[in-house]
């Protein structure tokens, strides 16, 4: 079977479970691509209600969590329990660490993406979302992030510290607003790589995969492109003399 089959088949398997159990049900965290395969299954969950959740609002990494229809339980009391925070602390006088080595040190464990969340970094540490049955044995071996010595807590989902965002504005202008035009002023890549990650299945819109590089975009919208970051599609304007339309980008760092 594929992976994307395999996905698809326990998606199902949870709903089923829901279904039938009569009792609230979740996947692993799925990055945006396993989120847009979970959406294709969600049109037909017939008397289930579904949604995504990974902690905090704008999480990019989210389980799908499946609630009978008629039970009267809102978003967060079905999310109740299913996350919680493993808080990094490094040394004040230590290397800067980036997310790439927070979550090499998470895999390099042993332990699968599945069960992990987003990353936030912060100047003194980090706070790593996880599944609460990987809690105890993180917080007892993650030692270290390459060769820097942390100490580790965990802490309630409630509790997140969420990192004041960086940015950059970018204004540019564009032939067109379609993604790969926008993809490739946001993250200062050429049109034919913005284009290639695309189809690629590394590019999200409004966290939900989008592999057509013609799609058009609206003001506001979300990006990320897998490994480079995220931004967000502040202004679409009017038209330069040369045709062109003129577009501001809010991309984080």
Request: proline content about 4%; hydrophobic content about 40%.
């Amino acid at each position: 079977m594929e992976r994307d089959e395999l996905i698809i088949s326990r998606i199902e398997d949870r709903i089923g479970q829901c279904r039938d159990g009569y009792y609230v049900t979740a996947t692993g965290l799925l990055d945006s691509h396993e989120q847009a395969l979970a959406r294709t299954v969600m049109r037909r969950s017939g008397d289930v209600r579904t949604f995504f959740y990974g902690g905090y609002e704008g999480a990019e990494r989210r389980m799908l969590i499946c609630v009978p229809a008629d039970i009267p339980m809102s978003e967060a009391e079905a999310a109740e329990g299913l996350l919680t925070v493993l808080r990094v602390t490094k040394p004040t006088i230590s290397r800067e660490l980036s997310h790439r080595d927070y979550l090499g040190s998470v895999l390099g464990l042993g332990i699968d993406r599945s069960v992990t969340g987003d990353i936030l970094v912060r100047p003194d540490g980090a706070d790593i979302i996880i599944v609460p049955e990987i809690a105890e044995f993180l917080r007892r071996e993650y030692t270290q992030v390459g060769r820097t010595n942390v100490t580790t807590e965990v802490v309630p989902v409630e509790e997140l510290i969420i990192p004041e965002n960086r940015s950059e504005m970018i204004r540019d202008t564009v032939p067109s607003v379609r993604l790969d035009n926008i993809i490739s002023s946001a993250f200062r890549i050429s049109r034919s790589k913005a284009a290639e990650a695309i189809r690629g299945g590394i590019v999200s819109v409004d966290h939900i995969e989008t592999v057509k590089p013609d799609a058009k975009l609206e003001e506001g919208a979300v990006l990320v492109l897998r490994g480079k970051g995220k931004a967000i599609l502040r202004e679409l304007g009017g038209e330069s003399k040369k045709g062109r339309i003129w577009i501001v980008i809010e991309r984080f760092i």
